[in-house]
């Protein structure tokens, strides 16, 4: 048997209410292409379907369908809140291939901006100087 998972993370909405509108579809869509096994779990943060398949082509039409296509575009954060992966997720057995989370962002930092070393301040002399008058008597 062939595990697949697709896990959903909160997002705008949560994933739960997502779940709630296109679950019954995605099982509809899976039993009628082979699916033999399959499991919806909650997680903190999202939901996640397990789907068994007999064969990998089973798979791979069930993903093809408009519906299937249509549920995952739907998801309530499709950028960083969806993965599809092989393998069951969650703390069941190993995955058939270790999961690499998805980088977020460019990866980019702020360069810190080196101190400045403090400028040294001369202080004002509080007393004009005296000049010295020289007197000329003519």
Do not use: C
Request: glycine share 10%; no cysteine.
């Amino acid at each position: 048997m062939k595990w697949w998972s697709i896990e959903v993370r909160d997002g705008v909405l949560p994933a739960q209410r997502w779940k709630d509108g296109y679950g019954e579809s995605l099982l509809e869509a899976a039993i009628t292409h082979g699916a033999k096994r399959w499991e919806w779990t909650v997680l903190p943060g999202g939901v996640l379907l397990e789907l068994g398949f007999r064969e990998v082509d089973d798979w791979q039409r069930f993903r093809d369908l408009p519906v299937v296509t249509a549920a995952l575009d739907a998801t309530p954060d499709p950028v960083n809140g969806l993965f599809v992966y092989p393998g069951r997720g969650g703390s069941s057995t190993k995955p058939s291939r270790p999961r690499k989370p998805r980088p977020m962002g460019a990866g980019a930092a702020a360069v810190p901006i080196p101190a400045q070393p403090p400028v040294p301040v001369r202080l004002a002399d509080t007393e004009p100087p005296v000049e010295i008058l020289r007197v000329f008597a003519a």
